[in-house]
């Protein structure tokens, strides 16, 4: 399942980034997924309680943000966010926009001791 390997992609992120802090723990992670990065947050949820155990972050609180699709007009330069997955601007209706967010999960903030 894909929710498995982002959690544990996440999880290695995470060892690494309290490696480098000498933490001995990480009780809080904050992370932002996109809501076209294929992710069901639910799944996430459940794949992070099953792979954390026996890592540095088997105590960690876990945040998921949803991250609506962000997209920048190309023509008229209006940033906007949506909910459905369209791919054209609501202000001037040109199709040439690019993603900003949206696409992709990302570790925002680590808590670690
Ligand atoms: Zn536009």
Redesign the pocket.
Known sequence: MHEYSVVQALLNQCEEVAAKNDATKVLKIIVKIGVMAGIEIHLFEVAFDTFKEGTLCDEAELIVNPQKLKLE?K????VFEVDEVRYF?N????LRVKVLDGEDMFLMSLEMK
């Open positions: 007009c023509e008229c330069g209006h601007c202000e001037c209706e040109s």
